[in-house]
């Protein structure tokens, strides 16, 4: 293995990664901000306000996402598996 391969496989991991993991965090970010610019407009400052809104946010977000985030992580495996002859040379 060279290190241009490995460069390459690590880049690979961590965009997969990335794209698995956005819709969710994107969801609690979106939520989390609204929360709070709604906390900040009438004064209401309880820290526990946020942590209900962001979880079902997250758990709806991974409810609708999460056939195509098993399909990504699927053809990823697949993918990486199948190559493992061409990778140890």
Do not use: C
Not at 17 to 29: H, K, T
Not at 45 to 70: C, D, H, N, R, Y
Request: proline share 4%; no cysteine.
């Amino acid at each position: 293995m060279s290190q241009q391969f490995v460069i390459h496989l690590g880049r690979e991991v961590f965009i997969t990664a990335m794209m698995v993991a956005s819709p969710m965090l994107i969801a609690g970010l979106i939520v989390g901000v609204t929360i709070s610019i709604i906390q900040t407009a009438t004064s209401i400052q309880e820290q526990t306000l946020t942590f209900i809104p962001k979880i079902l946010a997250v758990v709806g977000s991974l409810i609708l996402f999460l056939p195509w985030m098993m399909q990504t992580l699927l053809d990823f495996s697949i993918e990486l598996l199948s190559n493992i002859p061409n990778y140890i040379k």
